[in-house]
């Protein structure tokens, strides 16, 4: 079973900078990616960016350029640096694990239980 503990969310004004991490704990065959995601009041979750265990990462097109996902194997931990901020980044932040398919990020049931991330204009 896969834990998923995510961190550092806040409030920030716009063009300012936050740092989320997700621990992870446990291990399930396959998994070998992980990813955030985030959803907005009103909206559906998107991913926001993804990373494979070897490091390859994808970003959704509206925060390319803005987030950077990396990852510690050893600490089993991965991070989203999100710079730049906007007011439409604000939603709730979620850490998934999942598996790198194709060039691309598949989710797994297997969610943190979310950070708030507020950016004020």
């Known amino acids: 079973q896969v834990q998923l503990v995510e961190s550092g969310g806040g409030l920030v004004q716009a063009g300012g900078s936050l740092r989320l991490s997700c621990a992870a704990s446990?291990?399930?065959?396959?998994?070998?990616?992980m990813g955030w995601y985030r959803q907005a009041s009103g909206k559906e979750r998107e991913l926001v960016a993804g990373?494979?265990?070897?490091?390859?990462?994808n970003y959704a097109d509206s925060v390319k350029g803005r987030f950077t996902i990396s990852r510690d194997n050893a600490k089993n931990t991965v991070y989203l640096q999100m710079n730049s901020l906007k007011s439409e980044d604000t939603a709730v932040y979620y850490c998934?694990?999942?598996?790198?398919?194709?060039?691309?990020?598949?989710?797994?049931?297997?969610w943190g239980q979310g950070t708030q991330v507020t950016v004020s204009s």
């Open positions: 998934n694990a999942g598996r790198w398919s194709s060039g691309s990020y598949r989710p797994t049931r297997y």
């Open positions: 446990g291990g399930i065959l396959g998994i070998n990616a």
């Open positions: 990373i494979s265990s070897g490091g390859i990462t």
